[in-house]
């Protein structure tokens, strides 16, 4: 067995480039102690100590001599150069990134929320310049422009063309004339069918609404705005029950505002105070997409369970109570506010609760 260790030892030194005498040196000590071993295999504990030592002393030795045989400057260099680098640090960055998205949480717009552009100070151009770029023509596109042209040069082509050119005009003209009459027939068999043609191939209102959204926003989506609407309701209601309009200006229209602001101020005038608190918010469904005006609007419809509590300007409760728990119905109309709308800044639209509706109200405790 030691005989196999020093011939390994030689190999590897003989690979790090160690002196002959030293291998050698190192072969007939480790044949030496393998003769003691077989003669009687009867060494003391301070021998076996100082062997140990000893071969530790041999490994620090051929570390040196292996550090010293690459100590390179290119080697030093690429050694210094990975330390500046931090590995570490990127390598934890380039997990952070993955992380978030596989989590889908990255930084994304919020589609209920106006987010300014970071203040930049440099100055605008106004200027606007009209540059004329060549256009690239493949080989066989300029060969075919060039048989064309050559085409439209011959004398019958020429002759064909002034005999076809009044034939196509005619027929244009016919054709206007016989639109028109369709177009403009008071028969009814005639309206009758115009009414199934555009019944069937009329483009319908969510399609056009849909379009309208992705032509402002081509970012636009549905499921992420669902998301938003989910996470929106249950501080828009809180403020609503409250009369917070610091909070309803953040998702809520003018309209909404103004409404708020009425109710609450008729019902202090006549001593009604609401302490409900929202328990419960369930998923919420899309009813409708359609359009009003110009403006896209998306119906969502959800319930939530909160208690009914209703207070005098005493506090003493007057209708419902601390226990009493109602199942509310609401439908929500979120209109899409363009870019122009929203003012210097804005780079994309955003939703706005146009319309707060309870759909009905049942009480379970």
């Known amino acids: 067995m030691k005989e196999k260790i020093s011939s390994a030892k030689e190999e590897v030194k003989g690979s790090f480039g160690i002196g002959e005498e030293e291998s050698s040196q190192s072969m007939g000590n480790s044949a030496q102690h393998g003769a003691d071993v077989k003669d009687g295999g009867k060494a ?84 606007t310049d009209i540059v004329v770029l060549p256009s690239k023509q493949s080989h066989w596109s300029k060969k075919w422009e060039a048989f064309k042209e050559k085409m439209q040069g011959h004398p019958l082509f020429k002759r064909v063309s002034g005999i076809s050119e009044p034939v196509v005009t005619k027929s244009q003209e016919i054709a206007e004339d016989m639109r028109e009459r369709w177009e403009t027939s008071d028969n009814p ?96 469904e899309v009813r409708e997409t359609k359009m009003m005006g110009t403006s896209p609007i998306i119906i969502v419809a959800f319930q939530t369970q909160q208690i009914y509590c209703v207070r005098d300007r005493e506090g003493k409760i007057t209708e419902g109570g601390k226990d009493t728990i109602h199942t509310v119905y609401y439908a929500w109309a979120m209109q899409q506010v363009d870019v122009e709308e929203l003012g210097e800044g804005a780079l994309y639209p955003i939703w706005k609760l146009r319309e707060i509706q309870q759909i009905g109200v049942q009480a379970l405790i």
Not at 77 to 82: G, K
Not at 86 to 96: E, P
Not at 225 to 239: D, G, K, M
């Open 189 to 284: 068999i005639v309206h009758k069918i115009q009414d199934i043609n555009e019944g069937i191939f009329q483009e319908t209102d969510a399609a056009a609404s849909y379009k309208e959204i992705r032509r402002r926003d081509p970012s636009f989506s549905l499921p992420e705005f669902v998301t938003e609407v989910q996470e929106a309701i249950r501080p828009v209601l809180n403020a609503y029950i409250k009369g917070d309009v610091e909070t309803l200006k953040k998702y809520c229209s003018p309209e909404v505002i103004e409404r708020c602001k009425a109710e609450h101020t008729a019902y202090q005038s006549h001593g009604i105070f609401f302490d409900n608190k929202i328990l419960h918010v369930s998923d919420v």
């Open 44 to 127: 003391s504990s301070g021998e076996q100590k100082y062997e140990h030592s000893g071969s530790g002393d041999t490994a620090e030795t051929i570390f040196g001599k292996f550090k010293s045989g690459i100590s390179s400057p290119k080697v030093s260099l690429a050694f210094q150069r990975l330390k500046e680098a931090k590995v570490v640090d990127l390598a934890k960055k380039g997990y952070d990134i993955v992380k978030d998205e596989l989590n889908g949480n990255p930084s994304r717009r919020k589609h209920l929320e106006h987010t300014s552009p970071p203040s930049s100070t440099a100055e605008r151009s106004t200027r």
